[in-house]
């Protein structure tokens, strides 16, 4: 299992910014992808953004013009920044690191985000 680092959570009020950070150990070399997830009370986990190895990206659709992804490479570290957040943003987001020939995954610990006023 490796170990993912999250940081950046927080509570933003309605049309605010955050930027969440997940570090990735410089060891890993074989990255297949980096994405985040989210999980709000009572549904269940779902996909925000993806990055693969190649740099393609794919976004849910709630997301779309609003959260940006990245990934510096050199780093092993991956960035969501979320701009424009709504209440219905409320979750704990988790990071997700799939590596190896065997696709393993790995996730954070999560990290929790609140948009209210």
């Known amino acids: 299992q490796v170990q993912l680092v999250e940081s950046g959570g927080g509570l933003v009020q309605p049309g605010g910014s955050l930027r969440l950070s997940c570090a990735a150990p410089t060891t890993i070399f074989s990255i297949n992808a980096m994405g985040w997830y989210r999980q709000a009370p009572g549904k269940q986990r779902e996909l925000v953004a993806v990055?693969?190895?190649?740099?393609?990206?794919n976004y849910a659709n709630s997301v779309k013009g609003r959260f940006i992804i990245s990934r510096d490479n050199a780093k092993n570290t991956m960035y969501l920044q979320m701009n424009s957040l709504k209440p219905e943003d409320t979750a704990v987001y988790y990071c997700n690191l799939n590596y190896g020939l065997g696709q393993f995954n790995s996730w954070g610990q999560g990290t929790q985000v609140t948009v209210s006023s």
């Open positions: 990055i693969t190895s190649g740099g393609s990206i």
